[in-house]
């Protein structure tokens, strides 16, 4: 069970149905736009496949599922996740690519869907919204064909004399700041700002990984540490 911010399906679910209209907008302003530059890296730790079947896990509004499909590595993307609203502008997105894309509204922590039917899963910025993590990375697992990818986009925590303490004051001042006052909501850019200061170290998240059945699991270090990209193998 992932420790600290209550993370109870309601919450996180009423949470992402409210800032799902100013959801994309604030992610590139947020970010600075690195995060579309981060998907697109995530993407691109799948195989080139045209007709790998990929799960994007807590999909969101779809930008990652938009993304595999653009870089060639998926024949097919399924795009889950549990918030309405969050799909909904998903399909908009994903509209041209109707015949090659599904939406799936359905909770992580129950997958539904047989042992081995996705070639590759990918989650960006979804697994440290899980109330229990390590069930999250046994369902991937169970859904994943042997020999698959599990690839994993979170918020890491950047060192550096200079850039950690003002990646610190970003994160739990102006994040909540901002984000409060452009979604209109008071609430959600707090959890956001202190669920990454929660989010356990790499080699921790990979060790779970290996608890949850992978084979390897290792991880880059991106944009001098602020995300960081795990990609586990199921054996
Ligand atoms: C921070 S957003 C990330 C969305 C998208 N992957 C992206 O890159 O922008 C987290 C998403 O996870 C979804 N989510 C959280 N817990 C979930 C669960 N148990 N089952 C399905 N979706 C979940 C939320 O509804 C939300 O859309």
Excluded: Q
């Excluded at 549990?82 to 599904?102: C, D, E, I, T």
Aim: charged residues 25%; aromatic residues 8%.
């Amino acid at each position: 069970m992932a420790p600290g911010e209550d993370r109870s399906p309601d919450r996180v679910r009423s949470m992402f149905a409210a800032i799902a209209p100013r959801y994309d907008l604030l992610n590139r302003a947020l970010s600075l736009g690195l995060d579309a530059r981060w998907r697109r890296r995530a993407a691109r730790e799948m195989p080139v496949s045209a007709v790998a079947r990929v799960l994007d896990l807590c999909g969101g509004t779809g930008d990652l599922a938009r993304v595999l499909l653009d870089e060639g590595r998926a024949g097919f993307v399924v795009c889950l996740d549990f918030s309405h609203p969050m799909l909904v502008r998903a399909g908009r997105k994903l509209r041209r690519a109707s015949r090659r894309s599904a939406l799936v509204e359905a909770d992580a922590l129950r997958l539904p869907f047989a042992d081995g039917s996705f070639d590759g899963i990918a989650v960006a910025f979804g697994v440290r919204n899980l109330s229990d993590r390590d069930r999250g990375f046994r369902e991937a697992h169970r859904v994943l064909r042997p020999g698959g990818r599990f690839v994993v986009l979170e918020f890491g925590r950047p060192d550096g004399p200079l850039l950690s303490p003002l990646w610190s004051l970003y994160v739990r001042r102006v994040v909540p700041l901002l984000g409060d006052r452009a979604s209109g909501r008071t609430g959600p850019y707090g959890y956001l700002a202190r669920t990454i200061g929660e989010f356990p170290e790499p080699a921790l998240l990979a060790g779970r990984l290996r608890e949850a059945g992978f084979a390897a699991a290792s991880w880059t270090r991106l944009s001098a540490g602020i995300v960081c990209l795990h990609v586990a193998v199921k054996g």
